[in-house]
């Protein structure tokens, strides 16, 4: 989930595609699939239309697949429409047999398609493909989902543990200068024994809120405060509170 120009979207996408995107022998890409009906005021689907977009999703890989080799992407929900994002090696003859497609089964939908050459495959590593940010959005979601899951309600600030490396101490003295005019406190200071390239640990904590909008903030200004001192953030803990 993300928030967009005129609200909030939502892509689904297989990440694993990173580690070979992009892939030479399907340089074109189809984007393709409905304005859906019942949506939300956000322009998100309701539950009773999931099942619809789901099928329609199989239909459109279905009916690509059988033309020509392909490779699903993912998927981007957006102001009442769903979009399927699949690179294939040949276009030939898929805009006709998408069109069929939605005309025989879809005709209360209008649909959209949209094909073309996409060899460095920037929708997905530029588009579909989370940014940092969003991947630290993703990290603190998840963490956030196994506190509740344990019975944390969200609800009451408390202390947070954070933890960062530096490559020296004068650039992790530089940080603890900046963080500690934003109300953190240092809890130890270690080097590490092994030959890692930013060896000179660092434990901070806080007392902070813990929704996802707030820890997000936080964490995002971590890790880029030490980025400019030539450290890496390194994740949160707390303990659950019932």
């Known amino acids: 989930m993300a928030m967009y120009e005129k609200g909030p979207g939502?892509?689904?996408?297989?990440m694993d595609l990173i580690k070979t995107a992009p892939i030479k022998d399907l340089p074109v890409i189809v984007i393709t699939g409905v304005e859906f009906i019942n949506s939300t005021k956000d322009g998100l689907?309701?539950?009773?239309?999931?099942?619809?977009l789901h099928k329609i999703s199989d239909d459109i890989t279905n009916a690509i697949s059988e033309l020509t080799t392909m490779m699903p992407a993912g998927s981007f929900t957006y102001q009442s429409q769903r979009l399927d994002y699949t690179y294939v090696n040949d276009s030939t003859g898929i805009r006709d047999k998408?069109?069929?497609?939605?005309?025989?089964?879809?005709?209360?939908?209008?649909?959209?398609?949209?094909?073309?050459?996409?060899?460095?495959?920037?929708?997905?590593?530029n588009f579909l493909y989370p940014n940092e940010d969003t991947q630290e959005f993703m990290k603190n979601q998840k963490i956030l989902s196994q506190l509740q899951a344990n019975g944390d309600n969200l609800t009451k600030p408390r202390k947070i543990d954070y933890w960062l490396y530096f490559g020296s101490t004068?650039?992790?003295?530089?940080?603890?200068?900046?963080?500690?005019d934003k109300g953190y406190k240092v809890e130890s200071e270690d080097t590490l024994n092994d030959k890692s390239a930013k060896p000179f640990k660092l434990h901070i904590s806080r007392i902070d809120t813990i929704n996802?909008?707030?820890?997000?903030?936080?964490?995002?200004?971590?890790?880029?405060?030490?980025k400019q001192m030539n450290g890496d953030y390194d994740g949160w803990e707390t303990a659950v509170i019932k």
């Open 10 to 14: 939502s892509i689904v996408l297989d």
């Open 45 to 52: 689907p309701q539950k009773d239309e999931f099942a619809n």
């Open 98 to 125: 998408l069109t069929k497609l939605y005309q025989s089964k879809y005709s209360n939908y209008k649909f959209y398609i949209n094909i073309k050459e996409d060899a460095g495959w920037d929708a997905y590593l």
């Open 170 to 180: 004068n650039d992790r003295d530089g940080f603890k200068k900046i963080i500690l």
């Open 212 to 226: 996802i909008q707030s820890i997000t903030r936080t964490t995002l200004d971590l890790k880029h405060q030490a």
